[in-house]
């Protein structure tokens, strides 16, 4: 696997990871 490849589907779990950090934090508030 190219490091291109790897470097978008790291952006896709880091953009993932911040949207469910929002939604946690707006179901706490």
């Known amino acids: 696997?190219?490091?291109e490849?790897?470097?978008k589907l790291e952006a896709k779990v880091q953009?993932?990871?911040d949207t469910i950090t929002l939604l946690?934090?707006?179901?706490?508030?």
């Open 15 to 17: 953009q993932a990871i």
């Open 1 to 3: 696997m190219s490091l």
């Open 24 to 29: 946690q934090m707006k179901l706490k508030s």
């Open 5 to 7: 490849v790897f470097e």
